[in-house]
């Protein structure tokens, strides 16, 4: 015999023959039902003794010859497994607007695929017929069929969603469900009831369909679903009405002929040998077997069958090969209820329903499914559930409640894992996409997340089985199962969002993968039974409400892209969001998607889009009764309005009207830690430390509420406000535990880490340290180059630089800033310009004064047009360029850049501020140094008036007021009062010595002017010792200070003489 | 090394063109390796063969030829798959157990033409480890040095195991097979068989 080339397929008859059906294919399980159809249907010969175990093999048609590695679904599978395994070199997967997500199972006719829905956002299962296995008829046959179906909308039936083309392939579009099928349901033993009101629901089905005109031609337990996920969770849905043809005569050669047992043999060669009957025999009626076209009564027919089997786990004609089975169905008499717990009056009407003589039927499907309601006990016993049993809208709690009566566990499957949303696969791909980026903590990033993603769908699960089992036990209603479910659904779709781009991970994602996982919301809240009960925001059952689920789940999605840092994307979906909301009409939809778009907005740093978004929200939740929105809504408005949009006035209101309603939530432990946080950040602004730090520390001390990184976020704000307020010590304890709390609940990846270090090596360096803060930095440029933050890889180089100017390094601090400039677009303006001032200075330190001068004025004038003349950006950079001007020469220039500086300040009436203590002192140094008279007596006063107000600043301005009194000492000196400046300059080494390293050359320069003024004072003995230290620090300073060096010694050689 | 390896290694540094290269050559002798161990898992264990040479760093030194680590990888996942179906801690010892006796469920491979199913079912009865030396003989050409070195046994072994692995294939075809003609047919004509069904499974090669 020749091997079939299995790219031809089967052939029409081979095609025919196969049912479509997805009872199988769409069920989570149902890779594991894969028995072929009867076997070997191509060899009748081989037939006969082929054992029939009909029930159990027809899950799936068969597959056509062979598996063909080479057809068009094969090449799609191929191209589906390429682009998950590439994802970024690969454009989606697609057919018509569905992106394909995965492979499903494949039929005689064609392949099931999942897809997404990308214009309705919804998830859909798409059978592609292959047409090579199809004859033209044929798929004219499947298009008609397929449009009959999209005239049907039932509960209790799959939805056809569109009929389309793709590459010349005809494609069906159906609605995508998840469960089991019948077949497999029955598998284990159920009590009777449960059976019967599980097929009812399925009658119904059908029920409608016939009501449409359209016949299924092959109702078995494999073409109906039990429906184990989401809200619907145990409704029943009858699928593949794919041999359906509304009410059309099956064709003319069988039709009517009467069907003698003697040619029952020859019928069941027929069936599978040529494929010329479709449909399933093992619960065929009699005339569709004799090849009499199908109709309402032959369905009817099939499904007692079905029901039959449910009830006693047998068929009610049995054969032990086709042949007997089709002889059976002719001519047999159905068997005696075989013993069991089924009462009689459900055989009997099963009995009726399988009548050989279609008019012995009952008149409608509807009619079987009213007397199998009938049972009269039941009515009895409840007649609400009796009621019930017949309902099809809303009975999907229903569902549950009516199986959990009788004792079945309904709380396991599928629906309670979190399959294809996060399991070891999805785990697996993390794994995958995280080591392929270059980050290099990737593999730790992986597994936190992995492991924190397994607890969360750990304990999802946990919950979900719960509510269900309570439900059962009877401790919360129907009601409240919904309620729950939603939640949970909420839950899932963020969880689902998150993992989908984690497969996809890039080096961003990444670094804040494990921040995202920490951030899903907490799934407490849907067990939380009175905050579920209390709230009004689910809309009443029917349409709206799966609407506003679908929604909801979009925001949980939304919420989930921005905790990984897509931020664009969930912009981008909160906003879709929202104008959905909008076009619902439902206000407290429209409130929490106004939320979030603002929640988002913010993190974006769109500061007027986040107010007007969150204006919105708090006006649709003001309207809905939604408190908590509105609550959360405020508390995030007032700070874009007091921190970003410098609105205090604002601010002061939205605090007003936030605080009452927060109050109200007293559980809320996010809520109250976001209020408390944003309010101490507003008031950090006003320059409130005092109350800013209670707020704070009010903040941090919540237990539970915000996430990992927002905790810090709080404890970095306390270190803002310690350092504002000169406390540096406790600035710097602050910035470390902020640090500290991220390495250790996040992962060392997480991008803040490098900000709390550059905040910690910023305060280092101002405590007048050296070493440490250079080693901080140096671990900074350390760690991975963030792609997702350039100017972090630039900052600590800058801080860097700064550092190595002091002791004159000047080449080390050009290569550092040359090496940070690099990193920045010219859009950076306020690290450029620190950037550009250190570079002046190193180049003028390395011999080119003129281009150190030019690139100096050049980054001043840029700082002072982009920020203005009193900016924070233009006062440092003007101090730094102040302190070295000396290097970088026209003394003039600084000079008079200070001085407008200090008159903006005094126009604002802030001279008593630090910053102008600073220019005061520096502009004193500046003066100093032009080494005039009338300078001198200016610096004087300038270094006085600095230090007084130093020393009525609270906080730690040790080393801010020992500069000072260094400058007023100098002043002394030049105004020839050498007593009073010895005493000033000792005092200032007296302060600042404990503090800075004993080299540093600063308090060498301090110590060469003390001695001077102490010889001219005549005190050489005690000028000696401070000359000796000098020595040393400046000897061990190297060639830069050589200069310095040869002056100490002829001053020790004075002191000497 | 020869070229394949050189693609896993740009592949393993980031370059996915290579990988995809890669993937592509040997997507289908791949796919064939589980479609009869494992049908319905099929294309997932075949994404988790290339994603664990994707991983496989370092292990990759003593390799002479990529074929033979390819297949060495994809057995393990492949018992890995088995060890996790049977939620058990059973060590596998695959020169007992047959993927008849592994399959959760029976595969949906139906075949048309009776010998190519006969074989195949004659395959699944026959030792895995034995079936594995048999496919990679017969389907995908690979020498007795290379089988070796993907299954991790010596040369010799191999052919051994080769010629009672056909012994086992023929007893097993004679159980199974209904018609003393189809019998006669499939045993005579093993390799042609082996042959006609490599072309049917790969279509062009």
Known sequence: MKVRDPRSGAGPAGGEAATLAEAATLSADARAVTEPDAEGGADPEAMPSEPLAL????????????????????????????????????????IGRYRVLDRLGHGGMGVVYSAYDLELDRRVAIKLLLSDRLSPSAERRLRREARAMAKVAHANVVSVIEVGEHDGQTFVVMEHIRGRSLAQWSA????????????????????????????????????????????????????????????????????????????????????????????????????????????????????????????????????????????????????????????????????????????????????????????????????????????????????I?????????????????????????????????????????????????????????????????????????????????????????????????????????????????????????????????DALLGDPQVPPEGPLRAQVQ???????????????????????????????????????????????????????????????????????????????????????RLYVRGDRLGDAAGAAADSALAAPLVARFAGDAYLRWLYLNNLGVVRLIGREFDEARRLLEEASAIEGGPNPVERAGTLANLGIVARQTRDLPAARERFQAARLHVEREVGPQHPLIAAFLLHEANILAELGRVEEP????????????????????????????????????????????????????????????????????ARAGLGEVDEGRALREAALSRAEERFGVASVTAISALLVAARYAEVVGDLAAVEARLRRVLAALADEGRLGDASAAYLQRALADVLLAQRTREGAREALTLASAAAATLRGLDGDNALDLGDAEISRGRALLDAEEPKAAAQALLAAIDRLAPRLDPRDPKIARARVAAATALIIAGRSPEARELLGDAHAAYSGAGAAFAAELAHVEGLRRRARG | MDDDFALLQAWQSGDDRSGERLFRRHYRSVLRFFHNKAAGQAHDLVQRTFLACLEARGRIRGERSFRPFLFGVARNVLYDHYRLARRDRVHLVAEEVTVEDLR???????????????????????????????????????????????????????????????????????AIAETPALRQSTIVGIETWARSVREALSGVD
């Open chain 2, 104 to 174: 959760p469920t029976p595969s949906s491979l139906l075949a048309q033409a009776r010998e190519v199913e006969l074989l195949l079912r004659g395959l699944r009865r026959v030792p895995l480890e034995a079936q594995m030396i048999l496919e990679m003989y017969y389907w995908e050409g690979m020498r007795a040095r290379e089988i070796g070195e993907a299954l991790e046994m010596p040369e010799n072994t191999v052919r051994t195991k080769i010629r009672r692995a056909r012994l086992r294939l023929e007893a097993e075809i004679a």
């Open chain 1, 188 to 399: 284990e033993p159920r009590p009777w009831r449960a059976v019967v009101d599980v097929y009812i629901q399925a009658g119904r089905g059908l029920a409608a369909a016939h009501r449409a005109g359209v016949i299924h031609r092959d109702f078995k337990p494999h073409n109906v679903m039990i429906l184990d996920e989401g809200a619907d969770v145990g409704r029943v849905k009858v699928l593949d009405f794919g041999l359906a043809r509304a009410g059309e005569l099956a064709g003319a050669e069988a039709g009517g002929e009467a069907v003698d047992g003697a040619r029952a043999a020859e019928f069941a060669a027929r069936l599978t040998a040529t494929g010329a009957l479709m449909g399933t025999p093992a619960y065929m009626a009699p005339e569709q077997l004799g090849g009499a076209p199908a109709d309402e009564r032959s369905d009817q027919y099939s499904f007692a069958a079905s029901l039959y089997e449910g009830l006693y786990a047998e068929l009610p004609f049995k054969g032990d090969s086709l042949a007997a089975l089709v002889r059976a169905a002719l001519e047999g008499e159905l068997p005696p209820p075989p013993s069991g717990s089924v009462p009689a009056w459900v055989h009997r009407v099963l009995a009726r329903a399988l009548s050989r003589d279609p008019a012995a039927r009952f008149e409608s499907m509807a009619a079987l499914c009213d007397a199998l309601a009938g049972d009269p006990r039941a009515r009895r016993r409840s007649f609400a559930l009796a009621a019930s049993l017949c309902a099809v809208v809303g009975a999907g709690a229903w569902g």
């Open chain 1, 55 to 94: 029930a159990d093999t027809q899950a799936t048609p068969p597959a056509g010859a062979f598996p063909s590695l080479d057809g068009p679904e094969e090449r799609r599978m191929e191209e589906l497994l390429v682009a998950r395994l590439f994802p970024r070199r690969q454009a989606p997967l697609t």
């Open chain 1, 401 to 529: 409640g009516s199986v959990a009566a009788d004792g079945v566990d309904p709380c396991t499957g599928p629906s309670f894992e979190l399959v294809d949303v996060w399991d070891e696969g999805r785990a697996a791909a993390v794994r995958g996409s995280f080591a392929a980026t270059t980050v290099p903590d990737a593999e730790e990033a992986a597994t936190r997340t992995i492991a924190a993603l397994d607890d969360y769908a750990g304990a999802w699960s946990a919950g979900r089985r719960e509510a269900c089992a309570e439900h059962r036990a009877g401790a919360i209603s129907a009601e409240l199962l919904d309620l729950q479910t939603a939640c949970l659904g909420r839950r899932r779709a963020g969880l689902r969002a998150l993992s989908d781009l984690l497969v996809r991970a890039d080096a961003a994602v990444v670094e804040r993968a494990t921040e995202a996982a920490a951030s899903l919301p907490a799934l407490a809240a849907c067990r939380d039974h």
């Open chain 1, 550 to 636: 679908g929604a909801r789940e979009r925001l949980a999605e939304a919420a989930a892209l921005a905790s990984a840092g897509r931020l664009d994307d969930a912009a981008e979906t909160a906003a879709e969001t929202a104008a959905q909301a909008e076009a619902l009409g439902f206000a407290p939809l429209v409130a929490e998607a106004q939320l979030r778009a603002g929640a988002i907005a913010v993190e974006r740093r769109r500061s007027e889009e986040a107010e007007r978004a969150l204006t919105e929200a708090i006006t649709a939740a003001l309207e809905a009764d939604a408190d908590r929105i509105a609550a959360e809504a405020l508390a995030r």
């Open chain 1, 774 to 841: 250079r080693a901080l930095l140096h671990d900074l440029l350390e760690r991975p180059g963030s792609e997702s933050a350039a100017h972090l890889g630039a900052w600590p180089r800058i801080t860097l630089a700064r550092l190595e100017l002091a002791p004159r390094r000047y080449a080390e601090a050009a290569a550092l800033t040359e090496a940070a400039l690099r990193l920045l677009e010219p859009a950076d303006v306020a690290p450029r310009v620190q950037g550009e001032v250190v570079a002046a200075i």
